[in-house]
C-alpha cells in the first residue's frame, strides 16, 4: 500500500486530509466538518531510517512516535493539509512542540489543532464540565483553523457512518475467530482500511467480508486459540509464522485494531460533549489512556474466557513504559489462572525477526501438549 498514491487520489475529489495522532481521536467530529481525518499509526511497509526524528527524540524513545516525527518532518507529509494531536504518554504529550520546532527549521508549517482528555479516573474528579469545554473549544479551533462550520446533523451522519465501519470490523473479527478469514488477511485490512476515508473503510470491510461469508471453517490442526495483546500488531512475517505452527488468533487486544474499533456511543445523542463523554470514558481499555488502566486485568482475562482461548501472547512495544508497566503484573494473574502466556518484544523499525520466531515456535508446542494432556484426560 503507498499511502501518497491513496491520498493523492483523495486529493484529486477535493479531500482535506487530517493526520490524527494518537489513536483514538474524535473521527467522527472532524469528518463531520467535511474534513477528511487519517490515523496516523501502525504505518504499511517496513520502517525507513528514521534520521529526521533521531535529530529530536532520544532513540529509546517508541518507534511509534519516532516514525510519527520522520513522518511529520519528510516531505510526505506535505500531503496533508493540517495535524490534530491529543495528549497520552510521555513522548506523545510533547510531539506537537517537537514536530513544530522540526518544521519550523524546514521553513515548512502545517495548521495543527490539539486538545486535552483528563487522564484522571472520572470519579475522582470534576472532569466532565472541562471536558465539555475542551470539546466546545476544540470544535471552535477546528472551524477557525480550517475555514469550516460545525452542524449537528453532519456530526449525527459522520457517527452513523463511525459505527457502520466499526460493525463491520467487528464482524470480520468474528470470522477470523472462526477460522473462516485469517488473521493475516483481517490485519492487513485493517491497515489498509485505517489510511483511507470512513466511506471507502465501509467498502473495503464489506467487499472483505461477501469474498469471507460465514460458513464451515476448515480449521488446521493442530489448532490453538489464541489472544493476541499489544499496541502495534505484528508483522506479516510473524502472523505468517504464527498460523503456520497452528496458532488462531481468537481474541483481539490490538491498540490499532480492536481497541480502535471496539466501542462506538449510541447514534442518538444530540451533543458532541456527551457523545464524546461516553467515548471516552466507555472506551476499550488501554495504556495510552491512563484512567482506563485499572480495567486491563478484567478486559484480557473476560476476553480469554469468552474466546476459550489456550493462551496470550503479549506484543510489548520496545521502550512503551506503560506496557512494560501493566504486562509483567498481567502475566503473573493470567498464569496464576493456569492461561499459558508469552511476550514477545516488537518494534516497527526491526528488521531482523528471527528471535520472535524462536520463542513463538516453542510457546505453540507448550500448548499443543496441554492440548494433547488434556484430550488424554478426556
Known sequence: MNLTNEWQALKKHGARIIGCFPLYPPLELIHSLGLTPVVLWDFPGPAKVLEKADRHLQRFACSVGRQLTEFILSRESEILDGLFMYNACDTLRNLPEI????????????????????????????????????????????????????????????????????????????????????????????QEA??????????????????????????????????????????????????????????????????????????????????????YQNHVPCPTLLYLADQRLERIKNLVQKTEAAGVVFLGEKFCEYEYFEIPFLEKILKKKGVAVTSLEISAEDGDQAAIVTRIEPFADMLREKAQKRGKQN
Open 99 to 190: 514536530v513544530a520546532s522540526g518544521l519550523a527549521e524546514q521553513k515548512r508549517s502545517l495548521p495543527l489543532v490539539r486538545t486535552h482528555i483528563p487522564m484522571a479516573p472520572p470519579e475522582q474528579t470534576a472532569w466532565e464540565d472541562y471536558f465539555r469545554k475542551k470539546i466546545w473549544a476544540l470544535i471552535r479551533n477546528l472551524e477557525e483553523t480550517f475555514g469550516v462550520t460545525y452542524s449537528l446533523e453532519r456530526f449525527q451522519r459522520s457517527v452513523e457512518l463511525y459505527q457502520q465501519m466499526r460493525s463491520l470490523a467487528t464482524t470480520l473479527m468474528t470470522r477470523t475467530a472462526g477460522g473462516i478469514i485469517s488473521y493475516r488477511l483481517f490485519s492487513r485490512t485493517l
Open 194 to 279: 485505517n489510511f483511507r476515508t470512513v466511506e471507502e473503510q465501509i467498502t473495503l470491510l464489506e467487499k472483505i467480508l461477501r469474498e469471507n461469508p460465514t460458513g464451515r471453517a476448515q480449521l488446521n490442526e493442530p489448532d490453538l486459540p489464541i489472544v493476541l495483546s499489544g499496541i502495534l500488531p505484528p508483522s506479516p512475517a510473524v502472523i505468517r509464522v504464527m498460523e503456520n505452527v497452528g496458532l488462531r488468533v481468537v481474541g483481539n487486544d490490538i491498540a490499532s485494531q480492536e481497541r480502535a474499533y471496539g466501542y462506538t456511543p449510541a447514534q442518538k445523542i444530540s451533543d458532541p460533549c456527551e457523545y464524546y463523554l461516553d467515548f
